[in-house]
């Protein structure tokens, strides 16, 4: 089995601390930083879940990812996150797809958080080339994604983009509800309750999971199981994990 991933890329850095006053000449929490967290994040993290479930794969992303940051702030003993910070995030570049061999991968996982990376019609034209390519996107949906086998969106961005599902992709949508599992063409597919440290990068490990169970069983049922048990096991982790 090999995989594709395809999307933007960047590191997520997670600096843990304390924060046992607030600044005496303005009334905001003093940050004592513990340690910190650095990892590829968005399409690197959904590669390196791919890889965790020992999996061949290869990533398709941009060249320069190493200087796009998000930076975290973290309290370390409650997880309360004070703070963001993203750098050069508007700086991910263009695609170039002309190089891509899709017949070498048993399946395609595009990772699109909608970043200028890829454009509808790159995806719709990765869609075209291989019959199983399986799509996390942050666009609003239309007839340019109808040839992807499956559509996994959170429950956020289906409520931006139902009014633009049309007939040809709605039985292809898996919409993740966090702490109510997902729901596939009607069903609602639960997860037990834990105890959630950190959401951070479980969309990226539910795409990668759905698609390997997929490949090997040919079952979606079972696919949206197994992706599941594995996102529910890396919320109960800190930061961006994988399985």
């Not at 304390?18 to 600044?23: A, D, G, M």
């Not at 910190?36 to 590669?47: E, H, K, L, R």
């Not at 990668?208 to 696919?223: C, F, G, R, V």
């Amino acid at each position: 089995m090999k995989i594709l991933v395809i999307g933007e890329s960047c590191r997520d850095i997670f600096n843990y601390g304390e924060c046992n006053r607030l600044c005496p000449g303005t009334p905001v929490p003093v940050f004592n930083p513990i340690k910190s967290i650095d990892n590829g994040g968005m399409a690197m993290n959904v590669y390196k879940n791919v890889l965790a479930m020992d999996v061949d794969a290869n990533l398709f992303t941009n060249d320069n990812w190493r200087n796009i940051t998000k930076t975290r702030f973290v309290h370390f003993n409650t997880n309360h996150m004070f703070m963001r910070l993203d750098e050069n995030d508007k700086n991910y570049g263009r695609a170039d797809l002309r190089r891509l061999r899709y017949k070498n991968y048993d399946a395609i996982i595009i990772s699109d958080y909608d970043k200028g990376f890829l454009s509808e019609e790159d995806i719709e034209h990765i869609s075209r080339k291989h019959d199983c390519v399986f799509l996390d996107t942050k666009k609003v949906l239309g007839p340019w994604c109808k040839n992807v086998k499956y559509i996994k969106i959170n429950n956020y961005e289906y409520e931006n983009t139902k009014h633009t599902i049309c007939d040809e992709i709605k039985d292809k949508l898996i919409i993740t509800m966090s702490t109510d599992g997902c729901m596939h063409q009607n069903i609602t597919y639960p997860v037990p309750e834990v105890e959630i440290k950190d959401s951070s990068g479980a969309g990226d490990t539910f795409i990668s999971a759905l698609t390997i169970k997929y490949i090997e069983t040919q079952d979606i049922e079972e696919s949206i199981k197994f992706a599941n048990e594995c996102a529910t096991s890396v919320v109960q982790k800190r930061g961006v994990g994988t399985i």
